[in-house]
């Protein structure tokens, strides 16, 4: 075996003699031994080295095994550390619930056999070496889905950008040459009036470009509603619900805050996105007529909520995600990004409701503006 493979095994007992007679019957294992001949060095091993397993006599002089026991237990990283009583006296059944109250695995008894003595100390071991790889490989874990967090994180920054690039370029570039062609067509009716076919066909030529011209603003602003940059979250929300409604025929209440402000870009673009989504799930999914979108400040937290009357949801466990659709998947990740909290209430028949609740970042960016404006003062008085 490697020595970057070896475990440590503490042996403790205050006879050196017993020590050596402990590691020539463990050799075998291939494993690092500590020997300590006192609850002090015992415990001074302790702190500088990590092990797998303590062999504990239980008669020791200062202090016996069961008090070392419990000072070991005491230390956070040896609260599941295996201990394996020694004893040479007759121990009672009140001796023995005393020792695993304390923290003792297993005893042994004097005179050790050999055979016996390596095999527990075998199987604590492996148990010790196969609980250090699941804690690996839940590190790993973590540690991929932390980067599997901060890429969505990316993901969604790049999405965002490259919408509201889109819906700039469909606004100012294709909406006005839209425009512009639409300008030149109604000229050529007013001088085509003599000639009916033509006016005629010119006239739908002018309603087609009236309806791209419509449909071409509609997308721009579905995919970056330009009054999200300009104003904020309240218009933006107001006149979305407001087309929303005229698109699908759902009436949507909509109730902001009138002490919102302004927040942060990256806030009010995922609440806007939450209150998109979730509108077009009520739209698809949840067969009710209306709902109800309100934004609100509490306690030092933004708080969007959808609510609709529909059939509601079959689950709304969101322990992993697995349950979820795309939609509610990309909900809870917008959130998670914000250091927010996610919950969904949602009844057979009786309706869905979804609550977003945020950091507030106005309240640190007052802060922050309440320091600088104090530093500045500082220097002018300086």
């Given at each position: 075996?490697?020595?970057?493979?070896?475990?440590?095994?503490?042996?403790?007992?205050?006879?050196?003699?017993?020590?050596?007679?402990?590691?020539?019957?463990?050799?075998?294992?291939?494993?690092?031994?500590?020997?300590?001949?006192?609850?002090?060095?015992?415990?001074?091993?302790?702190?500088?080295?990590?092990?797998?397993?303590?062999?504990?006599?239980?008669?020791?002089?200062?202090?016996?095994?069961?008090?070392?026991?419990?000072?070991?237990?005491?230390?956070?990283?040896?609260?599941?550390?295996?201990?394996?009583?020694?004893?040479?006296?007759?121990?009672?059944?009140?001796?023995?619930?005393?020792?695993?109250?304390?923290?003792?695995?297993?005893?042994?008894?004097?005179?050790?056999?050999?055979?016996?003595?390596?095999?527990?100390?075998?199987?604590?071991?492996?148990?010790?070496?196969?609980?250090?790889?699941?804690?690996?490989?839940?590190?790993?874990?973590?540690?991929?889905?932390?980067?599997?967090?901060?890429?969505?994180?990316?993901?969604?920054?790049?999405?965002?950008?490259?919408?509201?690039?889109?819906a700039r370029d469909l606004h100012d570039g294709?909406?006005?040459?839209?425009?512009?062609?639409?300008?030149?067509?109604?000229?050529?009716?007013?001088?085509?009036?003599?000639?009916?076919?033509?006016?005629?066909?010119?006239?739908?030529?002018?309603?087609?470009?009236?309806?791209?011209?419509?449909?071409?603003?509609?997308?721009?602003?579905?995919?970056?509603?330009?009054?999200?940059?300009?104003?904020?979250?309240?218009?933006?929300?107001?006149?979305?619900?407001?087309?929303?409604?005229?698109?699908?025929?759902?009436?949507?209440?909509?109730?902001?805050?009138?002490?919102?402000?302004?927040?942060?870009?990256?806030?009010?673009?995922?609440?806007?996105?939450?209150?998109?989504?979730?509108?077009?799930?009520?739209?698809?999914?949840?067969?009710?007529?209306?709902?109800?979108?309100?934004?609100?400040?509490?306690?030092?937290?933004?708080?969007?909520?959808?609510?609709?009357?529909?059939?509601?949801?079959?689950?709304?466990?969101?322990?992993?995600?697995?349950?979820?659709?795309?939609?509610?998947?990309?909900?809870?990740?917008?959130?998670?990004?914000?250091?927010?909290?996610?919950?969904?209430?949602?009844?057979e028949g009786q309706g869905t409701t979804i609550i977003a609740r945020v950091p507030d970042?106005?309240?640190?960016?007052?802060?922050?503006?309440?320091?600088?404006?104090?530093?500045?003062?500082?220097?002018?008085?300086?």
């Amino acid at each position: 075996m490697n020595v970057s493979d070896r475990v440590n095994i503490l042996m403790v007992d205050d006879q050196p003699t017993r020590l050596l007679s402990y590691e020539a019957i463990l050799r075998d294992l291939d494993e690092n031994f500590i020997k300590a001949t006192s609850a002090k060095e015992a415990l001074a091993h302790l702190l500088k080295t990590d092990v797998a397993l303590v062999l504990l006599d239980v008669s020791m002089p200062e202090m016996d095994g069961f008090e070392l026991a419990n000072l070991i237990r005491q230390h956070p990283r040896y609260q599941n550390t295996a201990i394996i009583f020694i004893s040479g006296v007759h121990l009672t059944d009140l001796d023995r619930i005393q020792g695993y109250q304390r923290g003792a695995v297993d005893y042994v008894s004097v005179p050790v056999v050999p055979e016996l003595l390596r095999a527990k100390v075998s199987i604590f071991v492996e148990l010790y070496r196969k609980t250090r790889e699941l804690e690996n490989v839940n590190n790993e874990l973590r540690s991929a889905e932390e980067n599997l967090r901060r890429l969505a994180g990316r993901l969604m920054h790049v999405q965002d950008a490259e919408r509201r690039r889109v819906a700039r370029d469909l606004h100012d570039g294709l909406g006005q040459y839209l425009v512009g062609i639409k300008m030149g067509i109604d000229m050529i009716s007013h001088r085509v009036e003599k000639d009916p076919s033509l006016h005629e066909q010119v006239l739908e030529i002018s309603d087609l470009l009236n309806r791209a011209i419509i449909e071409t603003r509609t997308i721009s602003h579905l995919l970056h509603p330009p009054l999200l940059d300009e104003i904020g979250l309240e218009s933006a929300f107001s006149v979305y619900a407001l087309g929303f409604a005229k698109r699908s025929g759902l009436n949507v209440d909509v109730n902001v805050t009138k002490d919102l402000g302004r927040l942060d870009r990256d806030t009010e673009t995922a609440l806007f996105r939450v209150m998109q989504e979730c509108l077009l799930n009520v739209h698809r999914h949840s067969q009710s007529t209306t709902a109800s979108v309100s934004l609100t400040r509490e306690d030092g937290e933004i708080r969007l909520q959808i609510r609709d009357q529909g059939k509601g949801m079959l689950t709304v466990d969101d322990s992993d995600g697995t349950s979820f659709g795309v939609g509610l998947f990309g909900i809870r990740e917008r959130i998670r990004q914000l250091k927010g909290k996610l919950e969904i209430v949602s009844q057979e028949g009786q309706g869905t409701t979804i609550i977003a609740r945020v950091p507030d970042s106005a309240n640190s960016s007052t802060l922050s503006d309440s320091v600088q404006l104090a530093q500045s003062s500082v220097r002018s008085l300086a």
